[in-house]
């Protein structure tokens, strides 16, 4: 199944700033990944180019980082066939675009997976990573809202972790 998964966002900020926080992903300071909602994101050798990482079950690889092209990820999951772009467009000298775009083949299990899980957890993961990084710069703080299937997906993950720590004492 062909996926093209795309999330735009404008931020009244230079590209330069919003780049300076960009440089912090996958560090102890991160100040984009919503750590805090969700498993953290890292990398075997840090946000490098060829250093293999990811979040939770969600593999990749960096494939290239740069001020223009942003940064690009090829999936190393089965069933997973593609990459996913983090980018920054200026729009202005104090505006600019986020995006964060997946352009991928699923097969198999992974078409499933898509479709009922990561696609509505992805979507709401990324929102928060928008919502994070606008709010470092502003004093008015964003939050989007979870959609019921994703508040249904993360009471699953939550009930299912307990039951694990509860049989793991």
């Known amino acids: 199944m062909k996926v093209i998964n795309v999330h735009k966002r404008k931020i009244n900020q230079s590209k330069a700033s919003v780049y300076k926080l960009l440089n912090t992903l996958s560090t ?12 953290a994101i890292r990398f075997k050798n840090g946000l490098k180019v060829g250093s293999e990482g990811g979040h939770g079950p969600i593999k990749y690889t960096v494939v290239s980082k740069n001020y223009d092209d942003g940064i690009v990820f090829n999936f190393i999951n089965k069933g997973f066939n593609g990459n996913h772009t983090l980018k920054v467009e200026e729009l202005s000298n104090s505006e600019i675009e986020i995006s964060h775009t997946i352009k991928m083949k699923t097969s198999g299990f992974a078409v499933l997976y898509w479709l009922f899980v990561i696609r509505w957890l992805h979507d709401a993961l990324i929102e928060d990573a928008f919502d994070k990084l606008e709010n470092q710069f502003s004093i008015q703080k964003k939050e989007t809202k979870y959609n019921f299937w994703v508040k249904f997906l993360r009471m ?7 039951k694990h720590k509860a049989s793991s004492n």
């Open 28 to 39: 102890k300071d991160d100040k984009i990944w919503p750590f805090e909602k969700w498993p």
């Open 156 to 162: 699953l993950k939550n009930k299912k972790s307990k």
